[in-house]
């Protein structure tokens, strides 16, 4: 079965604290992988999206990274914010006809001032 | 340019009782999906239109959820009757097609079930 698991479900770090999500995918026949963010009551926002043929990408304070050999993806966020606080998900688009996104749980994150 | 719309923004029913839900994609996006968001999870595909016709339903519980994309744009999602397992948030998004484009979300409908 084709599943994505974030850890940890919940993260609190003070401001201006550089820090790492951590996703990890059971398949790496995977055609691309999205980093999400919710905030409460709101829909996802798209922040990254990296293709299977990348390493990386890098928007803003916001660095995705992709190891398909181990399963793994991280975003890491430079000297974060309060305005951060938010769930980040994590998507796979698994190769194949369908394409659909698979999401993982998600992290909650709170950036204390 | 307009992003994805979904209408009501909350809703509360009681067991039982029907409900439906309605979402605008982006001008131009071929796909559209719904996914099913219960809290502290993330959102399970529901079904996946390309165009009008769908192209994957195998998520959607037939017996009590309906969905429709007439003319290819606008869709309803409907749930009759509803059940308290069905209490989620119920996202929208779409792409320009199917084939691993970048989708994008609307702000979702809470549906609480009592």
């Known amino acids: 079965k084709q599943e994505v698991t974030q850890i940890p479900a919940a993260l609190s770090v003070p401001e201006g604290e550089n820090l790492v999500l951590n996703c990890s995918f059971t398949d790496s026949a995977i055609y691309n992988l999205q980093w999400f963010r919710q905030d409460p009551g709101k829909g996802l926002t798209s922040l990254l999206l990296i293709q299977s043929s990348q390493r990386e990408q890098t928007s803003g304070r916001l660095n995705a990274s992709l190891d398909k050999s181990s399963g793994r993806s991280t975003l890491y966020i430079a000297a974060s914010q309060p305005g951060d606080s938010a769930t980040y998900l994590c998507?796979?688009?698994?190769?194949?006809?369908?394409?659909?996104?698979?999401f993982g749980s998600g992290t909650q994150l709170t950036v204390l001032p | 340019e307009a992003g994805v719309a979904q209408s009501p923004r909350y809703k509360i029913i009681e067991k039982r009782q029907s409900v439906a839900f309605w979402c605008n994609p982006i001008?131009?996006?071929?796909?559209l999906y719904w996914y099913q968001q219960i809290l502290g999870q993330g959102p399970k595909l529901l079904i996946q239109f390309q165009n009008n016709g769908v192209v994957d339903d195998s998520q959607l519980p037939k017996d009590r959820f309906s969905a429709e994309r007439l003319k290819g744009v606008d869709s309803t999602l409907k749930i009759q009757p509803a059940k308290l397992e069905d209490s989620a948030v119920y996202l929208c998004?779409?792409?320009?097609?199917?084939?691993?484009?970048?989708?994008?979300f609307g702000p979702g409908t809470r549906l609480t079930v009592t």
């Open positions: 001008s131009g996006h071929a796909t």
């Open positions: 998004a779409s792409s320009f097609d199917g084939r691993g484009y970048e989708q994008y």
């Open positions: 998507a796979v688009r698994y190769s194949g006809s369908a394409r659909q996104l698979t």
